[in-house]
């Protein structure tokens, strides 16, 4: 009963280096988020995938790409990694066309860029 | 521009006693609110939620109340324990089921407010 599970945990990067956040949903849910989440800034959405094959962009995407790989899969990248992007990163799952079903959060990935 | 705003950044009460917690939106299209809860080193969890049609809704100890007047929610915890204490955060959503919209994660949330809860 994994749920929503991110990998890594934890990652330390040099400015402009490249690395890709893995995100994998066990619950068949359609759409998948990513959030970042700041001090004093709550969580704000990066981008979106509403179902397989499909992404959108959130409220801040620059700097970001995503793969929605598969049903299950939603990956995150950061093609040259800037300090502004040191945060946590969370990965969210949620089924379609239920109302007032929740999102599902993962456990978080903190990054941090020197 | 914080469409959703929680201007109480920690909030302590006594175990046993209310723990009320304030979020002011400003996007007159917003149509579903949520709380989450989050503890330290996991992601945030649903908590309750609210459409825009109802003023309050209630879930055990937990009762969110609406005021689309003066955009404003509060998450009222009675009684409240020391298991409560967390981050809690409010969020708003534009795409709500009597919206017509399809996806309810796109989430605008507050920034948090920081609940302890003293034995």
């Known amino acids: 009963n994994a749920g929503v599970t991110q990998t890594p945990k934890f990652q330390v990067l040099k400015t402009g280096q490249s690395m890709t956040l893995q995100c994998a949903q066990d619950?068949?849910?359609?759409?998948m988020y990513w959030y970042r989440q700041d001090p004093g800034m709550g969580l704000r959405l990066i981008y979106y995938?509403?179902?397989?094959?499909?992404?959108d962009k959130g409220e801040v995407p620059n700097g970001y790409n995503v793969s929605r790989l598969n049903k299950r899969e939603f990956s995150l990248r950061l093609e040259s990694a800037a300090p502004s992007q040191t945060s946590v990163y969370f990965c969210?799952?949620?089924?379609?066309?239920?109302?007032?079903?929740?999102?599902?959060f993962g456990n978080g990935t903190r990054l941090t860029v020197t | 521009d914080q469409q959703v705003k929680q201007n109480s950044p920690s909030l302590s009460v006594q175990e046993g006693r209310i723990s009320i917690l304030n979020c002011d939106y400003t996007?007159?299209?917003?149509?579903?609110f949520l709380w989450y809860k989050k503890y330290p080193a996991e992601g945030p969890t649903f908590l309750i939620s609210?459409?825009?049609?109802?003023d309050k809704n209630e879930d055990g100890r937990f009762t969110v109340f609406l005021n689309k007047s003066a955009k404003h929610l509060s998450l009222h915890i009675v009684p409240s324990q020391p298991g409560d204490s967390a981050v809690y955060f409010c969020?708003?959503?534009?795409?709500?089921?009597?919206?017509?919209?399809?996806?309810?994660?796109?989430?605008?949330f507050g920034q948090g407010t920081i609940l302890t809860v003293h034995p």
């Open positions: 969210a799952s949620e089924p379609q066309g239920w109302w007032g079903s929740p999102l599902h």
């Open positions: 619950m068949n849910h359609n759409s």
């Open positions: 995938s509403a179902s397989e094959g499909t992404t």
């Open positions: 996007n007159s299209m917003f149509d579903y």
């Open positions: 609210i459409s825009s049609i109802k």
């Open positions: 969020a708003a959503s534009a795409v709500g089921p009597y919206a017509g919209g399809t996806s309810y994660g796109k989430l605008t």
